[in-house]
């Protein structure tokens, strides 16, 4: 599946998902469990997506030595629920560095249908990646005594993450690409109404449209941070540039398979009648 039938799937229908964890990164459950889930839920496409592989420490992100049994797992799972729903190997691959990121050859020559690329990791001042993504608790301590108390920094350093991964391309969707904010407006409420906020997600929206690349709609925070990712005041700006919407709950657990995609569909709707 290229980023052309991706779009076509999501014009024409909303019974799907391109985001999902299982066991091979930081998900919940078996990914047997997931996909019987989302098949019972009636979607009609389902994206298994593990964090891929990086060269940083992470307690969330697959393995190398298990890519191959994922890949043979999946298709297992393809043949299982053939004419029943079609089941999509994918994988979130983290951006780490102009060295390491979806663009290079070992993610490109591994036998995946898509590539989302998303940005969790963000190098501190001495160059020490941390990852920003997660409980505000562990969010707040690194910004103590990684990021010496600059949040501005660690924001600025996450848009650039995403900006250079944009560059350099090799991936057909982009994953939550303010995820950042879910922290960071913890630590500072006002941030997302400051100029120089703005101004990074329209350079993220600018170049994503130049790129051609699926935006994300995540909507996993919707009920443990009442958000979307991009944030919702952001939709109206895509929509206007006309660039593709995907909108993903980046399921963890069966039970959450749908969880925030009716809200969102409901949001763009609204959004929609107002343009």
């Known amino acids: 599946m290229d980023a052309k039938e991706i779009r076509q799937v999501i014009e024409t229908t909303d019974r799907y998902n391109f985001h999902s964890h299982t ?24 994206g298994v997506t593990p964090h891929s592989p990086i060269n940083v420490e992470s307690q969330c992100n697959m393995l190398k030595v298990d890519v191959p049994n994922y890949i043979r797992r999946i298709d297992e ?43 969790h990791f ?14 505000y608790e562990r969010f707040s301590r690194y910004l103590r005594d990684g990021f010496a108390n600059d949040l501005r920094y660690v924001v600025e350093k996450y848009f650039e993450q995403v900006l250079t991964m944009l560059e350099l391309g090799g991936f057909e969707m982009l994953g939550h690409f303010d995820k950042i904010i879910g922290n ?27 790129s051609g690349v699926i935006v994300e709609i995540n909507t996993k925070a919707i009920k443990t941070k009442n958000r979307f990712f991009p944030a919702d005041r952001w939709w109206g700006r895509l929509l206007e540039n006309k660039i593709p919407l995907a ?23 609204e959004i929609n009648s107002f343009r």
């Open 184 to 210: 960071a407006a913890l630590a500072d409420p006002e941030i997302e109404n400051l100029g120089w906020y703005a101004a990074l997600v329209d350079d993220v929206i600018r170049l994503a449209k130049e």
């Open 23 to 46: 066991e091979y990164c930081d998900g919940h459950a078996p990914v047997g469990s997931i996909v019987a889930a989302a098949c019972a839920e009636g979607f009609e496409v389902w």
């Open 122 to 135: 963000v190098p501190n001042q001495d160059g020490v990646h941390l990852d920003c993504d997660g409980s």
């Open 247 to 269: 909108v993903n709950s980046d399921c963890h657990d069966p039970a959450l398979t749908d969880l925030g995609r009716k809200e969102a569909f409901h949001r763009l709707a």
């Open 77 to 119: 799972l393809k043949d299982q629920y053939d004419g029943r729903m079609r089941l999509v190997t994918g994988m979130e691959i983290d951006f780490i560095s102009r060295d390491f990121g979806p663009h290079i050859d070992y993610f490109q020559k591994m036998p995946l249908e898509y590539r989302i690329g998303s940005v």
